[in-house]
């Protein structure tokens, strides 16, 4: 493989791999055992086979984002920030499933979702300075943590308080 070739690939193989690990870490500290069965959800929550799909949809939009903002900007410092900011995105979407399932704070969660919708708004801001495409490509995992945070609120009340 040419060097060119190399330097194509390594932002698909760095934002694929960071999507895998964020997919992996969150599948890791989610639970859907008797805790999660327990719980009383709204008539409007999807079938729980749903959120794999959409995940993995996202993620998948959210790594061609990511190597589309990489390739439309040659200058190091904002490449930096970009990774910094994927990297602290993926944290954050890792947390929220952390409270929610692994320490069963939905309420915990809630507070943390916001969190987590502000660093995708920032990096629709930030990708969009250089890649409209970019941006529009996050467009759909704002409106999935969205509908996610509009769901912990709802088993949040419908269910608290947690200890």
Same mark, same amino acid.
């Given at each position: 493989?040419?060097?060119?070739?190399?330097?194509?690939?390594?932002?698909?193989? %760095?934002?694929?791999? @960071?999507?895998?690990? !964020?997919?992996? $870490?969150?599948? +890791?500290?989610?639970?859907?055992?008797? =805790? #999660?069965?327990?719980? *009383?959800?709204?008539?409007?929550? /999807?079938?729980? =086979? @749903?959120?794999?799909?959409?995940?993995?949809?996202?993620?998948?939009?959210? $790594? +061609?984002?990511?190597? !589309? $903002?990489?390739?439309?900007?040659?200058?190091?410092? #904002? *490449? %930096?920030?970009?990774?910094?900011?994927?990297?602290?995105?993926?944290?954050?979407?890792? +947390?929220?499933?952390?409270?929610?399932?692994?320490?069963?704070? /939905?309420?915990?969660?809630?507070?943390?979702?916001?969190?987590?919708? &502000?660093?995708?708004?920032?990096?629709? %801001?930030? &990708?969009?300075?250089?890649?409209? *495409?970019? $941006?529009?490509?996050?467009? /759909? #995992? &704002?409106?999935?943590?969205?509908?996610?945070?509009?769901?912990?609120?709802?088993?949040?009340?419908?269910?608290?308080?947690?200890?």
């Amino acid at each position: 493989m040419s060097a060119a070739r190399r330097g194509r690939a390594a932002p698909v193989l %760095v934002a694929a791999a @960071l999507a895998i690990a !964020t997919a992996t $870490a969150g599948a +890791l500290v989610t639970d859907l055992g008797p =805790w #999660y069965q327990s719980l *009383r959800f709204p008539s409007w929550k /999807p079938p729980d =086979w @749903l959120f794999g799909p959409a995940w993995t949809l996202i993620f998948s939009l959210t $790594a +061609l984002a990511g190597v !589309t $903002a990489w390739r439309a900007e040659t200058d190091r410092r #904002y *490449r %930096v920030g970009l990774v910094a900011m994927f990297l602290l995105n993926a944290a954050l979407n890792v +947390l929220w499933s952390a409270f929610f399932f692994h320490w069963k704070r /939905p309420d915990w969660a809630l507070v943390e979702v916001a969190l987590l919708w &502000l660093s995708i708004l920032l990096l629709i %801001v930030v &990708l969009g300075r250089v890649s409209r *495409r970019a $941006a529009w490509l996050l467009v /759909p #995992y &704002l409106v999935w943590v969205t509908f996610a945070a509009a769901l912990t609120r709802s088993v949040a009340r419908l269910n608290g308080p947690f200890a």
